[in-house]
């Protein structure tokens, strides 16, 4: 059976999008299956002691931009620090991406045409024909999709995503789950290609050794 990987992210984070193909591309060489969870992150801040970035200190906001300048070279993709329309609501888009894996199919390339067009092409995500036209371009039906994502049954796995994520040990976003070991932050992705190469037992906090 392959590996899964739980896959907790939002859209509107700029590691989400700064770390999304080079994790995609690792999970497939390594035959790896990934479940998406979007999530509302601002909850799991209430509830695990997480500031959403406005309330962060000057020092720490300072310091973001820089990382983010560090981390686009280094990934060598665009983006742009201070995009027009950031923040915005991203629980449309976020349920797109439950609708899309519920129906059986690979959310990847939305998921990254959305971060792309927030963080490289400064377009307001909000907007529901923009999100049916990039379904639209990756293969799926965007009307249906986005219909689809304002049902009963998508909004309850999407709130439900929040427990999930906290029971999870999620604190942040990106953070990828492999056998119940938590890699948070896009950074930790050559950790995560280790673990799968290796294929050691997950590291526990319980640990007695």
């Not at 406005?54 to 931009?65: A, D, E, F, L, M």
């Not at 092409?121 to 639209?136: N, T, W, Y």
Request: hydrophobic share 45%.
């Amino acid at each position: 059976m392959p590996r899964s990987i739980d896959y907790y992210f939002t859209l509107l984070s700029p590691w989400t999008y700064l770390g999304h193909s080079a994790f995609v591309a690792m999970a497939r060489r390594h035959g790896c299956e990934i479940v998406y969870r979007p999530t509302p992150l601002r909850m799991v801040f209430d509830e695990t002691g997480g500031l959403p970035l406005p309330k962060r200190h000057p020092v720490r906001q300072r310091y973001r931009i820089l990382e983010l300048q560090r981390w686009r070279e280094k990934r060598g993709l665009p983006l742009v620090l201070y995009p027009k329309h950031f923040p915005f609501d991203v629980s449309l888009a976020d349920r797109v991406v439950i609708a899309i894996q519920e129906a059986g199919g690979d959310p990847s390339g939305f998921v990254g045409e959305v971060l792309a067009g927030v963080w490289a092409r400064d377009e307001d995500l909000s907007q529901r024909d923009l999100l049916s036209g990039i379904a639209d371009a990756a293969g799926f039906n965007g009307a249906a999709l986005l219909e689809t994502a304002d049902s009963e049954a998508v909004l309850q796995i999407y709130a439900a995503t929040i427990n999930s994520a906290i029971a999870a040990g999620v604190f942040g976003a990106p953070s990828y789950v492999l056998d119940g070991e938590v890699f948070w932050g896009q950074d930790r992705l050559e950790l995560l290609d280790d673990a799968l190469s290796s294929q050691r037992a997950a590291y526990r906090v319980d640990a007695q050794v």
